[in-house]
C-alpha cells in the first residue's frame, strides 16, 4: 500500500521559504515521478510541479522561479521549496504520485498539510 | 496554458437519480498519436485529498463503482454518476494532463436535493 505524508512548518512569514517534505512508503520514488499540488482555503487546485524518477524537474510557470522541488532517494522522499511566500501562497500542499510516469495524473495523494503565510 | 471550465459550480440531485457534471477545455486534449483524451476526474470529500476516478477520459480506476462513468472527447467531457448515493457527495474535479502547467477546472459541487 502506497502512502505519502507531507511535513512542514504549518506557518510561515511572509517574504521567507516554504520548505515542505513528502515521505513515501510502500513504493520507491526511483520507480515514478512526483508532484506537489496546492488548494488555498475554499478554492481550487493548482499543480506547482514534479520531479522525474531520474530527477527531472517541471514547475508551472506561474511559480516556476519561486519553487524547487528535490528528491533524496536514500530516504525516499521529495521536497518543496518555495521562496519569497505571500499571502497568496497559503493553502493546504499535497504531495502525489504521477500514475503513469511522465504523465501527470494522480493516483496516491499525501493527506495535505496547510501552511498558513503570516506574520 | 489550456483553462478547463466545469459546468455547473454547483448540482443538487435526487437518491438514485443522474448526476451530470461538464467540463470544458480551451483546447484539445486529444493527443493524436494515441488517439487518447488527457482528461482526469477526481472526487474530493471535506478534509480529505482528492481521490482519482476517472484517467483517458473514461477509464474508471479500480475500485471506483462502476455507477460512476466518463465520457467526451477533444474539449467537452462529462462525469456521471448514473445513480446518486448518499456518499457520492463530494466536490469534483477535471484536470488536463496533455500539457504543461497540468491544470484543473474550478471544481462542482455536488449535493443531494
Known amino acids: 500500500q502506497v502512502q505519502l505524508q507531507e511535513s512542514g512548518p504549518g506557518l510561515v512569514k511572509p517574504s521567507e521559504p516554504l520548505s515542505l517534505i513528502c515521505t513515501v512508503s510502500g513504493d520507491s520514488i526511483g520507480s515514478y515521478y512526483w508532484s506537489w499540488i496546492r488548494q488555498p482555503p475554499g478554492k481550487g487546485l493548482e499543480w506547482i510541479g514534479y520531479?522525474?524518477?531520474?530527477?527531472?524537474?517541471s514547475y508551472n510557470p506561474s511559480l516556476k522561479s519561486r519553487v524547487t522541488i528535490s528528491a533524496d532517494t536514500s530516504k525516499n522522499q521529495f521536497s518543496l521549496k518555495v521562496t519569497s511566500v505571500t499571502a497568496a501562497d497559503t493553502a493546504v500542499y499535497y504531495c502525489?504520485?504521477?500514475?503513469?510516469?511522465?504523465?501527470?495524473?494522480?493516483?496516491?495523494w499525501g493527506q495535505g498539510t496547510l501552511v498558513t503565510v503570516s506574520s | 496554458d489550456i483553462v478547463m471550465t466545469q459546468s455547473p459550480d454547483s448540482l443538487a440531485v435526487s437518491l438514485g437519480e443522474r448526476a451530470t457534471i461538464n467540463c470544458k477545455s480551451s483546447q484539445s486534449v486529444l493527443y493524436s498519436s494515441t488517439n487518447k483524451n488527457y482528461l482526469a476526474w477526481y472526487q474530493q470529500k471535506p478534509g480529505q485529498p482528492p481521490k482519482l476516478l476517472i484517467y483517458w477520459a473514461s477509464t474508471r480506476e479500480s475500485g471506483v463503482p462502476d455507477r460512476l462513468s466518463g465520457s467526451g472527447s477533444g474539449t467537452d467531457f462529462t462525469l456521471t454518476i448514473s445513480s446518486l448515493q448518499a456518499e457520492d457527495v463530494a466536490v469534483y474535479y477535471c484536470?488536463?494532463?496533455?500539457?504543461?502547467?497540468?491544470?484543473f477546472g474550478q471544481g462542482t459541487k455536488l449535493e443531494i436535493k
Open positions: 502525489a504520485r504521477d500514475k503513469i510516469g511522465s504523465i501527470p495524473f494522480f493516483d496516491y
Open positions: 484536470q488536463q494532463y496533455y500539457s504543461t502547467p497540468y491544470s
Open positions: 520531479i522525474s524518477n531520474s530527477e527531472i524537474t
